[in-house]
């Protein structure tokens, strides 16, 4: 089946840039996302890129898809300690199953 | 209206009782699904309802079973739970069964 794999940690100072990685294995997904799961509370969907794309900036949020190397990364800009949560890549396979990396555990120091 | 609302927040419940887990949507989505989620882990699709008509199952056990009454509403009924089955139930939906997904914020079960 399909794998996606990230980092599991990740501590950055407030103000500086995170980036979380991604790999994935279906070269097939025509989405990926970036979720956010702050503790005790539902996943957020924070964006999402289409598979035809390379870039995607929103606000703070870049999202780069290297799809050669099926290498998926999300850079956040100017962390604040309200970012600090888990962040998971995911990708769609048919019939809308999304699946999830293991979360990479985002803590932001003041 | 952009909610995924879940009720109820919180469940505590004995092997032998029967609950359930309850979700509308509001937003015309036309794909609705169960995850569960164990603590530090990712969630983990159970069902799939697509045009209120279930299109996977997830090899989940038969003590779960989902229902879609209408497009808004997706319960989760449980009958004979085991304390392994304490999580987080997530119910998410999206606007085809290929979009975005948008979660609520799950109701946390607790099995003694």
């Known amino acids: 089946g399909e794998d996606v794999e990230q980092s599991l940690f990740l501590s950055v100072r407030e103000g500086d840039s995170s980036v979380i990685n991604c790999t994935y294995t279906?070269?097939?997904?025509?989405?990926l996302y970036w979720y956010k799961q702050e503790p005790g509370a539902g996943l957020q969907l924070l964006t999402y890129?289409?598979?035809?794309?390379d870039m995607k900036q929103d606000q703070r949020l870049t999202v780069l898809l290297n799809k050669k190397d099926k290498h998926l990364s999300l850079r956040i800009a100017d962390t604040q300690t309200g970012d600090s949560a888990i962040y998971f890549c995911?990708?769609?396979?048919?019939?809308?199953?999304?699946?999830f990396g293991q979360g990479t555990i985002l803590t932001v120091h003041p | 209206d952009t909610e995924v609302t879940q009720t109820p927040k919180h469940l505590v419940m004995g092997m032998t009782n029967k609950k359930s887990l309850k979700c509308e949507q509001h937003?015309?989505?036309?794909?609705m699904y169960w995850y569960k989620q164990k603590a530090k882990k990712p969630p983990e699709l159970m069902f799939v309802?697509?045009?209120?008509?279930?299109?996977i199952n997830e090899s989940v056990p038969s003590r779960f079973s989902p229902e879609c009454p209408n497009s808004s509403l997706l319960n989760l009924h449980l009958h004979a739970l085991q304390p392994e089955d304490s999580a987080l139930y997530l119910c998410?939906?999206?606007?085809?069964?290929?979009?975005?997904?948008?979660f609520g914020e799950g109701s946390r079960l607790t099995v003694l």
């Open positions: 998410a939906s999206s606007l085809l069964a290929t979009g975005e997904l948008f």
């Open positions: 937003m015309g989505h036309r794909a």
């Open positions: 279906d070269s097939s997904s025509t989405y």
């Open positions: 890129i289409f598979s035809n794309m």
């Open positions: 309802y697509s045009y209120e008509k279930l299109s």
């Open positions: 995911a990708e769609i396979e048919r019939y809308g199953k999304l699946t």
